[in-house]
């Protein structure tokens, strides 16, 4: 690198950084950066993210794409295989069960579920001797709160239904598409 100011004296660590730069962009290192870089930049989901949005809703096929048509491909042909021998999984008859319970209880079974990891977590903080009093305040609470979760007897429609739910709904939604003029 050539000095913009050469009767300047330059400290060390310019000096070495300038090597570093120097060394790194005539590594394999670098140049396997730049690859992946110009990769990334010519991929379609990227240049779909950094394109001007059109006025007009735009559909695209992810399966369509370079950068995750493979892996949804991948996916596609996993989720076959397992559909098939779901029919006689014991696995999907406890799934099945779980879900049931969702529907009629879904704050019982999260907080259930969250009790046990809380309490999981508490034992495993013991185990390693990293237990202080912000973590044991923490795991209490969150026990508490997991324990009120036991008390609902709410089921998902009657949850739905509820004012927070819509409001949680709302924030999640996708905007309407532009009226035409």
Not at 125 to 140: C, D, I, M, P, Y
Not at 148 to 168: D, H, K, N, P, V
Request: proline share 6%; glycine share 6%; net charge positive.
């Amino acid at each position: 690198m050539v000095d913009s100011n050469p009767g300047t004296p330059r400290s060390t660590l310019e000096t070495l950084g300038d090597r570093v730069r120097q060394g790194l962009s005539a590594s394999r290192l670098g140049g396997g950066v730049r690859t992946l870089a110009r990769f990334v930049r010519h991929s379609r989901l990227y240049r779909w993210f950094t394109t001007e949005p059109e006025p007009n809703v735009i559909v695209i096929d992810l399966r369509e794409t370079y950068t995750v048509g493979p892996f949804i491909r991948l996916l596609d042909r996993c989720l076959e295989g397992l559909s098939d021998a779901a029919t006689d999984s014991k696995t999907a008859d406890v799934v099945a069960r779980l879900e049931t319970a969702f529907r009629n209880r879904p704050l019982t079974v999260v907080g259930l579920a969250t009790a046990v990891t809380v309490l999981v977590s508490l034992l495993v903080s013991v185990a390693l001797g990293r237990l202080g009093t912000a973590l044991l305040v923490t795991h209490a609470a969150l026990v508490l709160v997991s324990l009120l979760g036991l008390r609902s007897e709410r089921t998902l429609e009657e949850l739905t239904e509820t004012r927070a739910w819509t409001l949680l709904a709302a924030a999640f939604e996708p905007p309407e598409p532009p009226e035409k003029r």
